[in-house]
């Protein structure tokens, strides 16, 4: 793990991590690239690294969307939805982060599973890109799910296409060619086609994640999602990411965040969000 968190240098540069790129791609989503070779260097499909927007801000996971190992830089896909995402929305090249720390997490397993379909919707299009990238270049045939609520929210269908096998796009409202509805059900309906499916690997939101498990539960397929429940130190520490997966406690940031999703509790995990809802929205009514 490397971390770039210190307020000065003992050699006059300044500190932190600087912002290359700040771009937003649709409506409160965006691609954050950053100079940080040490991570660039080590960092793996389903890895994560923890940011603060400024001094004040809070810790946050956000997964790695991309990266060049030979430039130096590492690309995050996030949706602006608090007030620490949003602060980090609005900060612009040149503006550095005190806190980037990475990687994180274990990668996620990689090999020739077969087939193997991904699914994803409003930050997670951007996290499972590298996962799409290698699997396909260890030889899986490569089912690309991508969902959105409407059509001018979908980004990066084609670099999906450049990496997958094939792309099934669906928009809840059905404003895109494609399918209509939420991704899980269209998953449901690609396996009961009898199609074999090796692996089922889904990132998004908690709610998006836990229809993913109920929809392929039946199928004895297995199904991998990465969560993202409330981090603070990242290290296994602190407690805060706490899940419970297959009956035992688990840490989210040092034992995932990949999980088999018919194993988690799902309940927990969904109610363990709420407490923080009024004080998120206190916060960014503050800020
Ligand atoms: Fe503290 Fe995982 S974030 S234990």
């Keep these: 793990m490397e971390t770039h968190e210190c307020k000065t240098t003992t050699a006059g540069h300044p500190a932190g991590v600087e912002i290359l790129e700040q771009r937003m791609?649709?409506?409160?989503?965006?691609v954050l690239t950053v100079r940080a070779p040490a991570i660039a260097r080590k960092i793996q499909p389903g890895q994560f690294i923890i940011l603060r927007a400024d001094e004040r801000a809070e810790r946050m996971p956000l997964t790695v969307s991309d990266w060049d190992r030979e430039a130096g830089t590492?690309?995050?896909v996030f949706m602006q939805v608090g007030t620490s995402t949003q602060k980090l929305g609005v900060l612009e090249p040149g503006d550095r982060l005190p806190t980037f720390v990475g990687p994180l997490g274990h990668p996620l397993e990689m090999a020739n599973f077969g087939t193997v379909v991904l699914t994803s919707g409003c930050y997670g299009i951007g996290a499972l890109y590298p996962a799409a990238r290698r699997l396909r270049e260890l030889g899986n045939h490569v089912i690309g799910m991508v969902e959105a609520r409407s059509n001018f929210l979908l980004y990066w269908?084609?670099?999906?296409?450049?990496?997958?096998?094939?792309?099934?796009?669906?928009?809840?409202?059905?404003?895109?060619p494609g399918k209509k509805g939420e991704g899980p059900?269209?998953?449901?309906?690609?396996?009961?086609?009898?199609?074999?499916?090796?692996?089922?690997?889904?990132?998004?939101?908690?709610?998006?994640?836990?229809?993913?498990?109920?929809?392929?539960?039946?199928?004895?397929?297995?199904?991998?999602?990465?969560?993202?429940?409330?981090?603070?130190?990242?290290?296994?520490?602190?407690?805060?990411?706490?899940?419970?997966?297959?009956?035992?406690?688990?840490?989210?940031?040092?034992?995932?965040?990949?999980?088999?999703?018919?194993?988690?509790?799902?309940?927990?995990?969904?109610?363990r969000r709420k407490p923080y809802m009024e004080a998120e929205?206190?916060?960014?009514?503050?800020?």
């Design 25 to 30: 791609l649709v409506p409160n989503v965006n």
């Design 74 to 76: 590492v690309s995050c």
């Design 157 to 176: 269908v084609e670099k999906y296409r450049s990496v997958c096998n094939e792309v099934i796009i669906s928009t809840f409202d059905g404003s895109k």
């Design 185 to 271: 059900v269209h998953l449901s309906d690609l396996l009961a086609t009898g199609r074999k499916i090796d692996r089922i690997i889904g990132v998004g939101c908690t709610f998006m994640m836990y229809e993913t498990a109920r929809s392929t539960r039946n199928s004895g397929v297995k199904t991998i999602v990465s969560l993202n429940p409330i981090m603070i130190d990242g290290t296994g520490m602190c407690g805060a990411c706490r899940v419970v997966v297959g009956g035992e406690t688990k840490f989210a940031c040092v034992d995932g965040p990949d999980f088999d999703a018919h194993q988690i509790d799902w309940e927990l995990l969904l109610s």
């Design 281 to 287: 929205a206190v916060s960014i009514e503050n800020w």
